[in-house]
């Protein structure tokens, strides 16, 4: 469906800032998942730097992911160039959504599970 109205677009933009939300929910469930499949290693645990890496490579993946879908797909079903614009703004605030979302779900989920897996991607505090 093509795009041509201001109504349209804002229909288009609001779903869009719902869909990012969605998107960084996933994304911090998928974390969850991959870090329970890390297994625990002996002494001393060096475990957590692969769930760290994991940890941000998927939520870098989600959220350029989800910006390039924007701008590739969803952009050329809009006609104008002023209505591009605004969705390119969109896209961009999108991208803000996206990371703040996925960064205070997890690391609230980090906090609360603190001695489980994905809470052992937080570094630890050293004793005195």
């Keep these: 469906m ?18 990012a939300v969605i998107v960084a929910l996933v994304a911090t469930l998928i974390a969850v998942a991959v870090a329970f499949m890390f297994p625990w290693q002996s002494n001393p645990d060096k475990s957590y730097v692969k769930r760290r890496i994991a940890y ?25 160039a002023g209505l591009q614009t605004m ?7 999108c991208i803000a959504i996206n990371t703040v979302v996925y960064l205070i779900v997890s ?18 505090r050293f004793k005195k």
């Design 87 to 93: 969705f390119k703004a969109c896209n961009l605030k």
């Design 56 to 80: 941000i490579l998927i939520g870098v993946i989600a959220v350029f992911g989800f910006w390039i879908y924007n701008d590739t797909e969803t952009l050329s079903r809009i006609n104008g």
């Design 2 to 19: 093509k795009i041509t109205t201001i109504e349209q677009l804002n229909q288009l933009m609001n779903s869009t800032m719902i869909y």
């Design 107 to 124: 690391i609230s989920l980090m906090f609360t599970f603190r001695h489980s897996k994905f809470g052992s991607i937080l570094p630890k």
